[in-house]
């Protein structure tokens, strides 16, 4: 079997550690190997050929599949890859195990911690430099939106399972960790902040909201909305907090 890791890191081994350098030296390959092995079904050639050769002609594209599947196939482990006309291409599982589609499905099936070990970082990092198309690229930062956001989700509710059970340090942890995945949503940040405060660690809420706050500063150049501020104020005075009608993280939601 080889291992496909393209969270917070790229790389394509098999149990040993020795790399399919066949494919990671051709970008084309290895793009047409990170769509495929992420993906939970069957890509149809249709996306296939629009991501990875839009500019040819629709010959011409379809050779170039045909050559590609040819070279991957020889390097994969036998039977990796399956091919239907009407469907087009899917990664068998117990051939090509490929983190960011293991962590959906954890995500799936509410395997919070599971999805929490798998996230490494971002999908693809820096992979935009070898893409072939806009189309693709298109699509990496779908994955990276959706799996960040995989993550995020199931980072929060191992933090309300933490709190459920009496573990507030840990809890604590975990919720940082949760707001970290998603540094501009403000409405996240206010929830993080009244978790945080609700557990008694308002130092900790009060930090959290200035590590964002000097984010959002540098990198968008905007300052909290009003709601955000009435919360930090209450939080220093160490007073009654007001009310957030737009609070999202009192119930975890799972993503798919």
């Known amino acids: ?58 010959d011409h594209a379809r050779h170039a599949l045909r050559q590609t599947l040819y070279e991957v196939r020889a390097a994969l482990p036998d039977g990796a890859l399956e091919c239907q006309g009407g469907a087009g291409v899917r990664a068998r599982s117990d ?27 971002e999908f693809l990092p820096g992979f935009h430099a070898a893409t072939p198309s806009l189309a693709f690229q298109e699509w990496v930062e779908a994955q990276r939106i959706r799996l960040r956001s995989l993550a995020f989700w199931s980072t929060w509710s191992l933090a309300l399972e933490a709190r459920a059970g009496h573990d507030d340090v840990l ?12 540094p501009y949503d403000e409405i996240i940040l206010r ?20 590590g964002h706050l000097r984010r959002w500063r540098a990198d968008l150049g905007v300052e909290p909305a009003d709601r955000t501020v009435a919360l930090i104020e209450a939080v220093r005075r160490g007073g009654e907090l007001p009310e957030d009608p737009g609070a999202l993280l009192s119930a975890p939601a799972a993503g798919s």
């Open 171 to 182: 809890a604590a942890r975990l919720a940082v960790e949760a707001a970290e995945l998603q």
């Open 95 to 121: 051939a090509l195990w490929c983190d960011a589609r293991v962590l959906a499905k954890a995500a799936r099936e509410k395997r919070h911690a599971r999805v929490r070990d798998l996230y490494g970082g």
């Open 1 to 58: 079997m080889l291992r496909l890791l393209t969270l917070g890191g790229l790389s394509l081994a098999d149990a040993s550690g020795r790399e399919a350098v066949a494919i990671l030296r051709r970008p084309k390959r290895l793009a047409f190997v990170c769509l495929v092995g992420a993906s939970r079904d069957w890509v149809s050639r249709d996306q296939i050929l629009g991501m990875l050769w839009p500019d040819l002609d629709e």
């Open 191 to 210: 929830d993080t902040v009244r978790f945080l405060t609700e557990l008694g660690d308002r130092a900790r809420a009060l930090e959290v909201y200035r």
